[in-house]
């Protein structure tokens, strides 16, 4: 079985300071960690993927098989970053993904 | 303008009635999902469908039914099976297998009554 597991429901930071969701997963293979964003009044969407090591809106995250760790780094929030943030796997074929049950990031003036 | 519409994006049912939520995408996506989305929990996966006339029982299939006759569509049925229906739905569709991007359409809340 897979399992996604997000401890912090929400996180409160102000803006410039550095910002880090949690993420740790559980899955015997190997495995494709995702993490999606929904902004205020937006639809869900992917923000970024282990497999492509990018930079997306200053946002990283680092696939660490030794711990079962993807958590999702910011060097300095911005307002603009609040939102809820999903952490996400995909074990198998094809996209059925496993979803964690967010964190909602507040970034306060 | 290209994407996926969920409709009604409010639905409100009394108890026993069976309820049909609508998801259309003109993306030409094979593949398509419906997730509940509860506070807390996360999103759970109801149903998929790879390819047309083809679905598969996702984690928490018990009490929905789908149907996938046409590329474009993947309706939802909320059947008074299930027991605790109250929620948010959000339909999905991918481009293609393995790609882990999944595109959302805007969700649709039930509420029963």
């Known amino acids: 079985a897979q399992r996604v597991t997000q401890p912090e429901k929400l996180l409160s930071v102000f803006k410039g300071a550095p910002v880090e969701l949690k993420c740790n997963y559980s899955y015997s293979g190997s495995p494709e960690l995702f993490w999606y964003v929904q902004y205020s009044r937006q639809r869900l969407q992917l923000l970024l993927r282990h497999i492509s090591r990018e930079s997306i809106k200053g946002f990283t995250a680092d696939l660490n098989k030794g711990e079962t760790s993807f958590h999702l780094k910011k060097p300095f929030a911005q307002e603009e970053d609040s939102a809820m943030y999903y952490c996400?796997?995909?074990?198998?074929?094809?996209?059925?993904?496993?979803f964690g049950g967010g964190t909602r990031l507040m970034v306060k003036p | 303008d290209g994407g996926i519409t969920q409709s009604p994006k409010y639905l409100f049912r009394k108890e026993g009635q069976n309820v049909t939520l609508s998801c259309e995408q003109n993306?030409?996506?094979?593949?398509m999902y419906w997730y509940r989305q509860d506070p807390g929990q996360g999103l759970r996966l109801i149903y998929y469908?790879?390819?047309?006339?083809?679905?598969q029982k996702g984690d928490i299939a018990e009490g929905y039914s789908v149907s996938r006759e046409k590329k474009e569509s993947f309706p939802l049925t909320v059947t008074s099976a299930q027991k605790n229906p109250t929620a948010f739905y959000l339909c999905?569709?991918?481009?293609?297998?393995?790609?882990?991007?999944?595109?959302f359409g805007e969700g649709s809340r039930l509420t029963v009554l």
């Open positions: 999905a569709s991918s481009p293609g297998p393995n790609t882990g991007e999944l595109f």
């Open positions: 996400a796997l995909s074990g198998q074929a094809g996209n059925m993904l496993t």
């Open positions: 993306l030409n996506h094979d593949a």
């Open positions: 469908s790879q390819i047309v006339n083809d679905f």
